[in-house]
């Protein structure tokens, strides 16, 4: 007995392997809860160099009150960027005591580098315009680091 299958067949199992393989891995991360200036921030938590070099990048949307903490592995002047990432962000870059540094807004799809003002252990991404609109500003306080996992 044959089975019978659309002509372009071939053409959609090409196209659903392609797909699949170019899909980024998205690993499973821990999540923590982050307080800032009387603020709540969900944070997914990337503290391995794999999490920390894939972070938002390929996703479409986040919740309001969500984000992502980078754990580095030590202080230092670390730089984040937007390639392949299609959300707009801010970044709070925040140092070993948990005071933030600075914040800086970030385009979709760019290549610039936002530095940290100074040696920065953590740094912290939300949705465009999140600490601005809860007034979060550099000297500010994070509360909650202390769960985060240490960097791999």
């Not at 299958?5 to 170019?22: E, F, M, T, W, Y």
């Not at 984040?80 to 540094?101: C, H, Q, R, Y």
């Amino acid at each position: 007995m044959a089975l019978a299958v659309p002509a372009n067949i071939d053409r959609l199992i090409v196209l659903l392997l392609g797909l699949l393989l170019s899909a980024p891995l998205r690993a499973e991360m821990p999540v923590t809860q982050l307080r800032i200036s009387r603020h709540n921030l969900t944070v997914e938590i990337a503290h391995t160099e794999a999490t920390r070099s894939q972070g938002l990048m390929f996703r479409q949307s986040m919740d309001e009150n969500r984000g992502m903490l980078f754990v580095f592995p030590q202080p230092g002047r670390y730089s984040m960027w937007m390639m392949n990432t299609d959300i707009p962000l801010s970044v709070a870059f925040v140092d070993e005591k948990g005071i933030i540094l600075n914040i800086a807004n970030m385009i979709p799809r760019t290549a610039t580098g936002h530095p940290s003002a100074g040696a920065a252990k953590y740094a912290i991404e939300t949705n465009l315009g999140w600490f601005q609109t809860r007034n979060v500003t550099p000297g500010d306080r994070v509360m909650g680091l202390e769960k985060a996992p240490q960097a791999e």
